[in-house]
């Protein structure tokens, strides 16, 4: 079977050249299911390994668009439709310069996992572009944005693919999406993308759900080992939604949040971050977190210089990194420990190097892996997708309440997976397991296809 394995995985190698995060992605999960393939050696017979880590279909397009000089500029679009094997395609759109085929696949084969976790009947995928909506004006985003959909609509439906939010699309670019969407359509079909405003089919708490939820299986996790939030420091990389809102949460919960950053660099404020002042400065002036020190002289800001971000070498009790993939290093990692860190809980999709998580793994550092500590965003998409068909809208308190249900549920599969499996508290291999199991599962059952 390890002959299947390391076979496969040369296949995926040869095929995939220069994706070095779809590689990545892969490698973490196929190594942590070695004990699901040794109690089913059908699984070789069946060709499961080979059909769950190649996409169904990868979609590829030119997006033209005009920026207020008059210019006319070229962006290319992504859409990777992983699987449907549990659902329609669901995940959401990401506008940044990195952007490319590797990073969407990596995405997109996550996101299978994530959402197999919840329990919903979602599939995966992920989209995107190398635009960046940094610096440009509304018109030029909405002249992007409109353009974008009139490639994907043909792509997507409420029934087959459902996009939603990620780095660099918010409120405002789903909007214009939509717009765009419900004009070409003529019909309005609010499950077509989640991460909609309320006031036209959105759901409440959505914008709170992925830093909320990834508290809540944190808090789980904490919990499991006889701890708690409470009068513990925090780290947390990152200041938008997902890194905001965790960290709103975690305050609820009795800790203090010390640090938080952006792509340039980081705040550190001994007293506990001012949350309210933070999302001043990035949810409404969309401005830099080092504006911070203008209201709070004692607090330091530490300057990234290197990939290593600054915000790991700060002494914490727990480090949630919520920014992008990548971004926590085995430097990083051992600081951390060095610093006597307790647990790490992973905001962002991939956000520790696999020597990293190796590394905090082997030092007995708990780890809340991305794929099931960050799912509560797309979690409370399905919620969305679910108000939208019922033409009818949940509370806050609601959907904040199913949202807690679902992470407390996707917590105890990892740890009950891990257990059965024989890694007891390796909740990055539990989490894999759990997923891959009922994937596989559902796989077999529908036959080759």
Not at 304 to 310: A, E, G, I, L
Not at 357 to 373: F, G, H, R
Request: glycine letters at 10%; a neutral charge.
């Amino acid at each position: 079977m390890n002959e299947y394995l390391k076979d496969v995985l040369h296949d995926i190698n040869q095929k995939n050249l220069n994706e070095q995060e779809f590689l990545q992605a892969v490698k973490e999960v196929l190594g942590t299911v070695k004990p699901l393939l040794n109690s089913h050696p059908e699984y070789k017979k069946l060709a499961i390994l080979e059909r769950i880590t190649e996409p169904e279909r990868i979609i590829t397009f030119r997006v033209p668009w005009v920026n207020d000089k008059g210019e006319i500029k070229v962006n290319r679009g992504y859409r990777v439709q992983f699987s449907s094997l549990i659902g329609p395609y669901k995940g959401g759109l990401r506008f940044h310069p990195s952007v490319n085929q590797s990073i969407m696949k990596f995405l997109a084969f996550e996101q299978i996992f994530k959402n197999a976790l919840t329990g919903l009947p979602i599939g995966g995928g992920k989209g995107g572009s190398d635009f960046d909506p940094k610096g440009k004006s509304d018109n030029e985003i909405m002249n992007f944005c409109q353009s974008f959909m009139t490639e994907l609509y043909r792509h997507i439906g409420q029934d087959v693919d459902v996009p939603a939010g990620d780095i660099g699309v918010g409120a405002r670019e789903i909007g214009y999406l939509f717009g765009q969407y419900k004009r070409i359509r003529n019909a309005y079909e609010g499950g077509v993308l989640t991460g909609k405003a309320v006031s036209y089919g959105g759901s409440l708490a959505r914008k709170e759900a992925t830093g909320y939820g990834l508290i809540f299986y944190v808090r789980e996790m904490l919990k499991a080992h006889n701890t708690s939030l409470e009068n513990k420091t925090v780290t947390i990389s990152g200041s938008g939604n997902v890194a905001i809102y965790a960290a709103e949460k975690a305050i609820k919960n009795g800790a203090k949040v010390i640090a938080m950053s952006d792509s340039n660099g980081c705040i550190y404020d001994k007293n506990g971050i001012d949350l309210e002042l933070i999302k001043q400065i990035k949810e409404i002036q969309r401005g830099r977190i080092y504006e911070y020190i203008k209201k709070y002289p004692d607090a330091v800001y530490m300057e990234k210089n290197s990939n290593d971000s600054p915000i790991w070498t700060i002494k914490t009790d727990i480090a949630l990194p919520c920014a992008t993939q990548n971004e926590l290093t085995l430097n990083s990692a051992k600081i951390l420990v060095e610093n006597g860190v307790l647990a790490i809980g992973e905001g962002a999709n991939m956000p520790c190097t696999q020597e990293a998580t190796d590394y905090l793994l082997e030092n007995n550092i708990l780890v809340a892996p991305a794929k099931a500590a960050n799912a509560g965003g797309v979690a409370t998409s399905a919620i969305e997708m679910s108000q939208n068909s019922m033409r009818y809208y949940y509370t806050f308190e609601e959907v904040e309440a199913k949202l807690e249900r679902i992470m407390i549920n996707i917590f105890n599969s990892c740890k009950d997976s891990a257990e059965n499996y024989g890694c007891t508290g390796n909740y990055v291999a539990g989490a894999n397991l759990a997923a891959f199991s009922k994937l596989a599962e559902a796989m077999i059952a529908q036959g080759v296809v």
